[in-house]
């Protein structure tokens, strides 16, 4: 998201101007929907369970990748007194986040992020989609693994999208080896669209990923549609 930055606009239109703004998304799986961007600025109360339990457990020095408006990272700094990195590509975001009050920030992709150790990592809201393919997961997982202190904790949420699919499309995709949760998304906001690729996987795929990796696998929580919190740790 970092030429166009749809998101980033988004979310900065929204600060400023909160009435009726919504984020349009899509994916070559699924129909047109209509985010309310008040759901990017939610607080601790109106979190889904998962992001609750990855923040009661995030201790020590946390790097919050993919931070967005930042409410995870305020949450953590603010309420937990915990020491807080929010991480972000998009500029707006990182914006957004500052201005809500985030004390230490930095704009920049995940894989340009390095020389420094953290206890916990966050990659919530499919935080591992940003590795986009099943094949570059595990580039993604030793990179994170790189930013680990040994005691550390990683903690991800993503969905198994099995469910998007009936039995002839499943053997298709294992016919031609395509990974079912390797997706197109697409954003819109105010007529200004941005497509990419994205990574859903499930927790089998990522256990795989992570054991080649050399960490452990556990997960630690299971929402209502397919969505689960994986902890990974040394």
């Known amino acids: 998201m970092k030429e166009k930055d749809v998101f980033g606009k988004a979310l900065e239109a929204y600060f400023h101007n909160q009435k009726k703004q919504v984020l349009t998304t899509w994916t070559n799986l699924t129909e047109e929907d209509d985010v309310p961007l008040s759901y990017f600025f ?3 109360k109106q979190m889904p369970k998962i992001e609750k339990k990855a923040l009661d457990l995030a201790k020590g020095r946390v790097l919050d990748v993919g931070c967005g408006s930042g409410s995870h990272s305020l949450y953590l700094q603010n309420h937990k007194k915990l020491n807080v990195t929010a991480l972000d590509i998009s500029e707006g975001s990182i914006k957004v986040a ?9 704009c920049a992709s995940i894989w340009d ?13 499919n935080g591992m989609g940003i590795g986009k393919s099943i094949k570059k997961l595990p580039l993604l997982i030793n990179h994170l693994k790189s930013l680990l202190t040994p005691e550390g904790s990683i903690f991800v949420d993503s969905s198994d999208l099995i469910y998007l699919f009936d039995e002839e499309d499943i053997a298709l995709w294992k016919k031609d080896e395509v990974y079912y949760g390797e997706i197109n998304y697409g954003i819109r906001f105010e007529n200004e669209t941005e497509e990419f690729s994205w990574l859903y ?24 549609n397919f969505d689960y919190l994986a902890k990974l740790t040394f």
């Open 113 to 125: 992020f390095q020389n420094q150790k953290f206890d916990s990592i966050l990659m919530l809201m």
């Open 42 to 44: 939610r607080d601790y």
């Open 98 to 106: 500052q201005k809500r009050g985030v004390s230490q920030t930095k």
């Open 201 to 224: 996987v499930d927790p089998r795929e990522l256990k795989k990923a992570c054991i080649k990796s050399g960490l452990n696998f556990k997960i630690i929580e299971k929402g209502p």
